[in-house]
């Protein structure tokens, strides 16, 4: 019983690893790259509207380049996290992924080109008509993603609480017999130092009564320590 506890023990330890590692961490990991995307987005938005900005090509590579960049290495290692404990059908959605932030890659490129080129009214219309629909698209797919993480997290908190619960029974069950075992030795004991003690009584007894027999010997089988300074 108690290699059984020690087992679920560890199982235990192990999906509280997982639901760290491949849970909570992933889903960081994909919370910040939706964010990252955000804010490439509004980063490209305030370039094509705001043509005063100081030195454009610095705002434009810091903070619609940089984030939409984070976008893509964040799900990078939200992938490495998680990938394995997906179903094979999941699996396939990260290529899609990849391929909707290669497609809105291309947009930004276009756009921060009709920007330097101060084509702002055209950069208006691609970025209502093309990007902001490209960019919903991988916002989906990353809102697909998050709904998997936490369909994965309540599986692995189900699991972590039946083996919480295994391990509770076995528990009980464990200290359960500890407590017969305890009282069956208690039981076995008792009637040794009882019968001992019958024979003491009984033989002192015979010593006190008027035809005492002095020759009797007090059979000490099994009581040589309590009898060692009698």
Do not use: C, P
């Not at 990991?29 to 509207?49: G, H, K, P």
């Not at 208006?124 to 902001?132: D, E, F, I």
């Amino acid at each position: 019983t108690n290699m059984f506890i020690y087992n679920n023990l560890l199982n235990i330890k192990s999906s509280l690893k997982t639901l760290n590692d491949s849970s909570f961490k992933s889903i960081t990991l994909l919370l910040e790259a939706d964010r990252d995307a955000y804010q490439s987005s509004v980063s490209m938005l305030r370039a094509i509207n705001n043509n005063q900005l100081k030195d454009l090509d610095k705002f434009i590579q810091d903070n619609v380049l940089a984030n939409l960049k984070q976008t893509v290495d964040r799900f990078n290692k939200f992938q490495k996290l998680i990938e394995n404990h997906l179903l094979a059908s999941d699996q396939k959605k990260f290529k899609d992924f990849y391929k909707l932030h290669k497609v809105l890659e291309a947009d930004t490129i276009k756009l921060i080109g009709m920007v330097k080129e101060a084509s702002f009214y055209k950069a208006k219309k691609y970025y209502a008509k093309n990007y902001q629909t490209n960019f919903d698209n991988m916002r989906d797919m990353i809102d697909i993603f998050t709904d998997i993480s936490y369909k994965n997290i309540n599986d692995e908190y189900v699991e972590m609480q039946q083996v919480l619960g295994s391990s509770e029974k076995s528990f009980i069950i464990s200290a359960l017999f500890s407590i017969l075992l305890a009282i069956f030795f208690s039981i076995v004991l008792g009637r040794a130092v009882g019968k001992s003690t019958f024979l003491i009584n009984e033989k002192f007894e015979n010593l006190a009564g008027a035809e005492a027999d002095l020759s009797i010997r007090l059979s000490k089988d099994g009581l040589e320590k309590e009898f060692a300074n009698v």
